[in-house]
């Protein structure tokens, strides 16, 4: 089965902090993405990538910034955060698209005041 | 644009009663694949059905579902609710891009 990790697994910071959200599988899935989840929602896309040194925008991409620095890892920067960016964050894998599923880590919960 | 429409924000269904979660979809998509996930509290979203198959019926964990291209719908059911199945559920697509298109959500509340 897919592990998908997250770090941290709560954060607070405030207005204009500098945040990073890691993200680490051990499956050798080619993508990888990030994920928003917010009450009214759902889940939205921020970023995703297919490969190390490969990004992709999604549909939410504002104040947003990643890095695949390798096939395992893949990071969401936020370099000016904002109180509207407090949310549960998501990172999933997947080996391919089309029939593949993705899989999803346990999430980040970020506040921000 | 492409989208995936679940209806019902909440469906509350009485433990032992059968339950319907909609989803219908819009796509210019020919090849297509179709999941419901499901997100139980505190947890992450993980696969619960996957097809990819016309009007073919797929089961898993007591739920099935059967995509219909000809009504774009691919609803979730179960014949007999659980307390153990109050979730979140999310209808998704997959299609030609990289990315899966999600609905909002329906949480499924089965009360004793």
């Known amino acids: 089965e897919a592990a998908v990790t997250q770090s941290p697994r709560n954060k607070v910071t405030v207005t204009g902090g500098n945040v990073t959200l890691s993200c680490r599988q051990t499956?050798?899935?080619?993508?990888m993405y990030w994920y928003r989840q917010d009450t009214g929602h759902g889940l939205r896309l921020i970023h995703y990538s297919y490969g190390a040194g490969n990004l992709q925008i999604g549909d939410v991409p504002d104040g947003y910034k990643a890095t695949r620095t390798t096939q395992e890892d893949f990071f969401l920067l936020l370099e000016l955060a904002s109180p509207s960016q407090t949310s549960l964050y998501f990172c999933?894998?997947?080996?391919?698209?089309?029939?593949?599923?993705?899989?999803f880590g346990p999430g980040t919960r970020l506040t921000v005041l | 644009g492409d989208s995936v429409t679940q209806t019902e924000g909440l469906v509350t269904v009485t433990e032992g009663l059968p339950v319907k979660l909609n989803c219908t979809y819009q796509?210019?998509?020919?090849?297509?694949?179709f999941f419901w996930y499901v997100q139980y509290l505190n947890e992450a979203p993980q696969v619960l059905l996957r097809?990819?198959?016309?009007?073919k019926r797929t089961e898993h964990q007591g739920f099935h579902a059967t995509l219909h291209k000809s009504s774009s719908s691919f609803h979730l059911q179960k014949s007999s609710a659980q307390l153990s199945d109050s979730a979140l559920y999310y209808c998704a697509l997959s299609g030609n891009t990289r990315k899966l298109i999600f609905g909002l959500g329906t949480t499924l509340q089965v009360q004793p």
């Open positions: 097809s990819s198959t016309d009007n």
């Open positions: 499956n050798s899935h080619n993508y």
């Open positions: 796509t210019t998509y020919l090849t297509i694949a």
């Open positions: 999933a894998s997947s080996e391919g698209t089309g029939v593949y599923e993705q899989y």
